[in-house]
């Protein structure tokens, strides 16, 4: 039952979200171009990794809220939790000194935002896909939890 549900809320993100990414870049170039400046473009690499990347992202964090609820058995603190894990750690390293805002951001979900990234920075914590990697090993470590709470409360 879990994997079925976790299937589908992933998947109804990733295309929600697929749709919303292409959607904008489509929408947006007009009136970038209207008012002089370039379009970001699907031919584009980074754009595109960031358009498919974002399908992505969306839908691991369906994934991660559909275990967090399966643990907590309650929607509204599953929420905050998925809420907190994934917008704290940005909040939080802005008052750390630098060293110790890397580590929060290299360790923490939000670490997945990275595949959204279309500008280099150099001071980045994470590459985009390491940081995929990130929301991808919370996500699976999550499910995994999601399992062992139900065979432990079925049983």
């Known amino acids: 039952m879990l994997a079925a549900k976790a299937t589908v809320a992933g998947a109804v993100s990733s295309a929600a979200g697929l749709v919303a990414a292409f959607g904008s870049l489509l929408l947006v170039a007009p009136v970038l171009r209207s008012n002089g400046l370039d379009a970001p473009s699907l031919a584009d690499g980074t754009v595109l990794r960031a358009a498919c990347g974002t399908a992505a992202l969306l839908g691991l964090v369906a994934v991660l809220a559909v275990c967090a609820g399966t643990i907590l058995r309650h929607g509204a603190a599953a929420i905050s939790v998925v809420l907190l894990l994934l917008l704290v750690p940005y909040i939080a390293a802005t008052g750390l000194p630098l060293s110790a ?12 935002f990275e595949i959204q990234r279309t500008v280099p920075q150099h001071d980045a ?3 985009p896909w390491a940081g995929l990697g ?3 090993a919370f ?4 499910y995994g939890l ?8 079925d049983a």
């Open 134 to 136: 990130v929301l991808c």
């Open 146 to 153: 999601a399992l062992w709470r139900i065979r432990r409360s």
């Open 101 to 112: 805002a890397r580590w929060v951001e290299r360790l923490s979900p939000a670490a997945g």
């Open 139 to 142: 996500t699976a470590a999550a």
């Open 125 to 127: 914590a994470l590459g």
